[in-house]
Nanobody
């Protein structure tokens, strides 16, 4: 299974970005998907996750109402729409998938992308 993210970049506070995650080597509908973020020196942090067909969605408290996770299994793609970005959102964002486990626990995810840098300037 191969996971590849795209869409990161440098934006000003208040702007929006949309991250994409393409999964290959397996059917996306076999996996739950999640986004996590990490800054140097800190633990990986849960951002959002979505179950196999988008029926259930979970968000980290600090991104609720600003970020939206979605998926299209036919396109093997998971997205993270990020609105009203703040400097505190600056991090490397990684996409991950798992077959079955805790939706918000990084340890339960089996396959990870390399991550994309998101930098929000004030």
């Amino acid at each position: 299974v191969h996971v590849v993210e795209s869409g990161g970049g440098l934006v000003q506070a208040g702007a929006s970005l949309k991250l994409s995650c393409i999964v290959s080597g397996a059917r996306l509908e076999d996996f739950m998907a999640g986004w996590f973020r990490q800054v140097p020196g800190k633990e990986r942090e849960f951002v959002a996750s979505i179950d196999w067909f988008g029926d259930k969605i979970w968000y980290g408290d600090y991104v609720r109402d600003r970020f939206t996770i979605s998926r299209d299994n036919a396109q093997s793609t998971v997205w993270l729409q990020m609105n009203h970005l703040q400097p505190s959102d600056t991090a490397v964002y990684s996409c991950a998938v798992q077959e079955l486990g805790a939706p918000t626990g990084a340890r339960d995810y089996d396959y990870w992308g390399q991550g994309v840098q998101v930098t929000v300037s004030s």
